[in-house]
């Protein structure tokens, strides 16, 4: 496992390819990429700037458009097959995505068409070796927001991406994990396969209608079991980024190399505590 500089962490005030430069001079050893800067300035210089900062690719963002309707999704497509063999070409054969826990649209009815758009997409993904994380959101506020709940259990997504392609699987944000009442149990049936990315965050303790997403604490600032949930992922066998992703924590009134170096000091301390070594 190692840490990724997550842009969260310089409250987006750092534009890429200074962004992943800013990575190897703090010290982090992964950086998440920003996809349409990295494929603007080419698989020469990104490679080379990867390279140059000492810097591993953690994750890409996945840039086929869903959430909408048909058209909208067919429309961006030829992105995601220009991005697929990209994100392969550089060493970053991993994206992801976040699915809201609440929509307009009735579950069974979002169910399937979001199982018949990731199929698809999966199917581009693995003719590049690709692998998709689909990202379950936990927080009360957020599966409350629209009508109709959709999934928002680790259990529940973890057999969506099943359905979707045996190149999709989880992007476990610990903090959605402790607010949907996950477990250790939940990491380890898992399994490596499936765990294709790590957010690592911290929680107050605060009442469930109090949460906010966009009010996180750094690695082991707050109750969120992060030793159990770095010793089951080292049970599992992971191997890929712990990106630190943390809204708000007044980072925007922080210089943001000031913003980097917490969110690595925070995370090597309770990595160092569970007794991991970055590798």
Partial sequence: ????????????????????????????????????????????????????????PAMIN???????GDEEFRASLPRLEEAAP?????????MMTY?????????????????????????????????????FLGPLHIRTRFPNEFIWRMGEMLEFAKECGPNVGLLLD???????????????GAGKERIVHVHFNDSARLPPEEIRDNERLMPGEGVIDLQGALKALRAIGYED??????FGRHLKEMPPEAGARLGLTSARAVLAKAGIQES
């Fill in 1 to 56: 496992m190692y840490l990724s500089l997550n842009p969260t962490l310089v409250a987006n005030r750092v534009p890429w390819p200074q962004f992943a430069a800013l990575a190897g001079q703090v010290g982090y050893r992964g950086v998440d990429v920003a996809l349409d800067e990295a494929m603007q300035g080419g698989l020469t210089a990104t490679r080379s700037l990867l390279e140059t900062a000492k810097v591993r």
């Fill in 62 to 68: 996945f840039p086929a458009d869903f959430r909408k």
């Fill in 86 to 94: 990209f994100a392969a070409a550089i060493g970053c054969p991993r």
């Fill in 99 to 135: 699915i809201m826990s609440s929509s307009e649209t009735p579950k069974d009815e979002l169910r399937r068409i979001y199982k018949k758009r990731f199929t698809e997409s999966a199917n581009i993904l693995a003719r590049s070796h690709v692998r998709l994380a689909l990202e």
């Fill in 174 to 188: 610990v903090w959605h994990w402790h607010h949907a009442g996950g477990t250790t149990a939940d990491i380890l």
């Fill in 241 to 246: 980024a712990l990106s630190v992703e943390v």
